[in-house]
């Protein structure tokens, strides 16, 4: 009886309308995250204004939702394991969007933060699913392109939010600017429509009639044998965390908790914070919303470059060059006056803080040997999202203490220093006499990671 391991099929599958499709849903999913994380950028300096909050108060409202993320991503993988990827994304997707929704209605921070936080819960658990989709629909010569098109949408949302506030803040007011972050409920019944279920787990699950429909859905009629046995081959025994500290990896285990952090903090904090600081250059409220677009317009632009660069040049000059961009476009930010140079500003550090925080992810897979590489990646991405969490009320408690502003924009680019430190002693020390090391185009550069 032939065998046909389902992971295979489907890396040496051609594109077709099943691949396109899950690659379009899988990147709307992560452009709801990015709305998410930009609409609230937007419209906090009319929250503050609106409650009578401090500027902490208001970053924690920032950080609420990215620690539902935490707890969200964390908890999920046990309910997808039990019920499958697709209804555990659908639901995900739906409590996100009902909680985003009603805290346009909220009374007042307090009820913001717990709808943030649950919103987050029901994001956080999404996103694992959405890249896990994503990889497994990919053929093997477009994963490039596939992952490229997720990363892409987070920075879209965010620019998409961004240009929504700046177009209709003034008209609907903050509520109704953040009523337009529960338009992922909309994907809800697409999903159930048009979404496959993972292959893998179908197969596993002794579901092979639906994951028969749907490989003749990619491949055509006829294409694999009514004889064939599906099956899907098991995915690698999760290394225990502890062995990240044996005496050879933990400096750098410890240094890449710093890197990830570093640049997670500076990217959240200007995220969250940017309209309110050039608002303190003399800028108006929707000259604040124009940088704010400037900035995630820079974001696609340097998802974009990464992907043209991975395979040609060596990741960690990416990685070290986007952290040494973003640190000085941050710095000299802070001695900006005019539009247009806060403008072009805002775009570079838009470009080097996404594009290091992608090409990071890259290198997080370069510096492990193969059985700790999948236990090593989810230490740094988990660590990394303390920083994601710190960076907005890092940023409001600066902005409490009239901190000046090129002090709080050098605190910023310090992040993004200490990140550039952490990766050039890790490159020094690696296995190999320190070599950069290089990956296929593509091949490891994912979504930005909050």
């Known amino acids: ?75 999920l993988g046990t309910v997808a394991d039990r019920i499958g990827r697709k209804p555990s994304l659908i639901v995900s997707l739906a409590v996100f969007g009902v909680c985003a929704g009603l805290s346009a209605a909220a009374s007042g921070p307090v009820v913001f933060d717990v709808l943030r936080f649950c919103a987050g819960l029901g994001l956080g658990g999404a996103l694992p699913l959405t890249a896990t989709l994503s990889a497994e629909y990919a053929p093997r010569r477009w994963r490039s392109s596939f992952v490229m098109w997720t990363s892409i949408g987070y920075a879209t949302g965010a620019l998409l939010a961004a240009a929504v506030s700046r177009a209709a803040i003034g008209s609907w007011g903050w509520r109704g600017v953040i009523l337009t972050g529960a338009f992922p409920l909309l994907l809800v019944p697409v999903l159930a429509l048009f979404l496959p ?57 410890v240094l890449l908790a710093f890197a990830f952090s570093g640049c997670l903090l500076m990217l959240y904090a200007i995220l969250t914070w940017l309209p309110t600081l050039v608002a303190k250059s003399g800028l108006s409220v929707a000259g604040g919303l124009t940088m704010l677009i400037l900035l995630n317009g820079g974001g696609v632009v340097g998802i974009v470059i990464n992907g043209a660069l991975a395979g040609r040049v060596a990741v960690s000059r990416i990685v070290l060059g986007s952290y040494a961009c973003v640190a000085v476009s941050l710095i000299v930010l802070g001695f900006a006056h005019s539009d247009l ?14 594009g290091s925080s992608v090409a990071e992810n890259a290198y997080s897979t370069l510096v492990y040997p193969d059985e700790l590489r999948g236990t090593g990646t989810g230490w740094c991405l988990g660590i990394g999202r303390v920083g994601a969490i710190a960076g907005p009320y890092l ?18 680019a310090a992040a993004g220093v200490v990140s550039l430190a952490a990766v050039t002693i890790v490159q020094r020390h690696r296995t190999g006499g320190g070599t950069h090391g290089t990956i296929a185009a593509g091949a490891a550069l994912g979504p930005v990671e909050p």
């Open 395 to 412: 940023g409001g408690a600066l902005l409490d203490h009239e901190v000046p502003l090129k002090l709080a924009y050098l605190v910023f």
């Open 341 to 354: 140079t806060i403008g072009m500003l805002a775009f570079l550090a838009g470009m080097f803080a996404y």
């Open 197 to 253: 279920e993972s292959l893998e787990w179908l197969v596993r699950g002794g579901r092979t009639d639906r994951a028969r429909r749907i490989m003749a859905a990619v491949a055509g009629p006829g294409r694999v044998a009514a004889d064939a046995e599906l099956y899907a081959a098991p995915s690698a025994d999760r290394v225990p965390m502890v062995r990240l500290f044996e005496r050879r990896y933990v400096l750098r285990t």
């Open 1 to 75: 009886m032939p065998r046909t391991d389902v992971t295979e099929f489907m890396k040496d599958s051609r594109l077709g309308r099943v691949h396109i499709s899950v690659a379009l849903l899988c990147g709307i999913t992560l452009l709801a995250d990015g709305y998410d994380v930009g609409i609230l950028g937007a419209v906090i300096p009319a929250l503050t204004k609106s409650w009578h909050i401090s500027h902490t108060a208001a970053g924690l409202l920032g950080s609420a939702g990215l620690a539902g993320m935490l707890f969200g991503g964390i908890g």
